[in-house]
């Protein structure tokens, strides 16, 4: 049974910067293509960034060239640095497998508000 643990939410200023990590059990990790979701309020989750095994990466059009996402195989946990964030990247942010989702975690509260 896997399980993600969410970290690393804060209230920060537009333009700000925070680092997410995403702790993974299970065996699945290492060998399935992980990604970063986010859900704001009044709105369907939505999916934000993904890496597969080979260290391939995509972004929302909405987060490309502002976060970075990177994997920890040896420590399965999956990390989103979030740079020069904006009112709208408010949300609730969950990691998961990016095919085929497993159980969701809690996720972590990211504010960016002045």
């Known amino acids: 049974q896997v399980q993600f643990v969410e970290s690393g939410g804060a209230l920060v200023q537009p333009g700000g910067s925070l680092r997410l990590s995403c702790a993974a059990s299970g065996s699945r990790f290492s060998i399935q293509a992980m990604a970063w979701y986010r859900q704001a309020p009044g709105k369907q989750r939505e999916w934000v960034a993904r890496i597969t095994p080979r260290g391939m990466k995509n972004y929302a059009d909405s987060v490309k060239g502002r976060f970075i996402i990177s994997v920890d195989n040896a420590m399965k946990t999956v990390f989103l640095q979030m740079n020069n964030l904006e009112p709208e990247d408010t949300a609730v942010y969950y990691c998961?497998?990016?095919?085929?989702?497993?159980?969701w975690g809690q996720g972590t509260q990211v504010t960016v508000s002045s």
């Open positions: 998961n497998f990016a095919y085929v989702p497993a159980t």
